[in-house]
């Protein structure tokens, strides 16, 4: 038993070893130690508070940009909107300028066709005319040289007005 059992000069002296090293420790190390996890706890701490405070700030610019995007999308929409508008109105006007303009094409066409159809028809109407008169005295003439033909002629006329 007595392995088990420690000797009172044993027990005295890790008394004093360890109320030395507990001593040394509380001297040199123990405030050390205790201040550099004072300073980690604050830093810590601090992390935090500024981890929030940084979330808290995304958030409000989170907000902040939505409302932008928005303002943004509304913008535009209208830009959009008065483009369309302008391009219709333009487009509208082209196509009523282009209108008239087709209309004022064809009634000048009207009348240039009107125009040369009066001077063809003048122009068959003396040609007709011309070869009428030629054809007539080709034939008064061959009918001239006969009398008979020539009582003929003049009855069938006077027939006719009448």
Known sequence: MQLVTPAIGLVFWMLVTFSLLLFILKKFAWKPILESIRNREQTIEDSLSLAEKTKSEMIRLQGEN????AEARKERDSMLKEAREMRDKIVGDAKSLADEEAKKLMNRAQ???EK???AAIAEIKREVSVLSVQIAEKLMHQQLENNAAQQTIIENQL????
């Open 66 to 69: 939505e409302s932008l995007l």
């Open 111 to 113: 009348d240039e066709i």
């Open 116 to 118: 040369q159809k009066s």
């Open 159 to 162: 027939s006719q007005l009448n």
